[in-house]
């Protein structure tokens, strides 16, 4: 399992060009993880341009709030973080923090997976 990061501008145009350069650079692609939501639809689109279904030959997962991925075109697999517990969490171990108590190195809360129609084995 190989992964690679590439920053990706907004817009149908930046979500051609990354789509290209990730199908030339990774020719045995299989998956990617979006983390920017304007991107999704755009990204779709795409990939299918260069020949590349959403879910047959490309599993597509984007970290979003869920309404926001069963909306795109093909409804998508996502992650949701809990933003609104993480922000709480986060006020509350500041103030322990402040008034000299000892808060913990880290805190980790649970994402929710929502899988939809996004993803499959490659050629399902």
Not at 13 to 35: F, N, Q
Not at 96 to 121: F, I, Q
């Amino acid at each position: 399992l190989a992964s690679a990061v590439r920053p990706c501008g907004a817009g149908r145009d930046a979500a051609r060009a990354i789509a290209g350069r990730l199908v030339r650079e990774l020719p045995a692609l299989t998956g990617v993880v979006v983390h920017n939501e304007p991107l999704i639809d755009p990204l779709i689109d795409a990939f299918e341009e260069l020949g590349l279904s959403v879910p047959g030959d490309l599993s597509l997962t984007a970290v979003c709030p869920s309404p926001v991925a069963a909306s795109a075109r093909v409804p998508v697999t996502s992650v949701a973080v809990p933003s609104a517990e993480l922000g709480t969490r986060a006020v509350h171990l500041l103030v322990r923090k402040l008034s000299g108590v000892p808060v913990p190195e880290a805190t980790l809360l649970p994402p929710r997976l929502t899988e939809r129609a996004s993803t499959a084995p490659r050629g399902a």
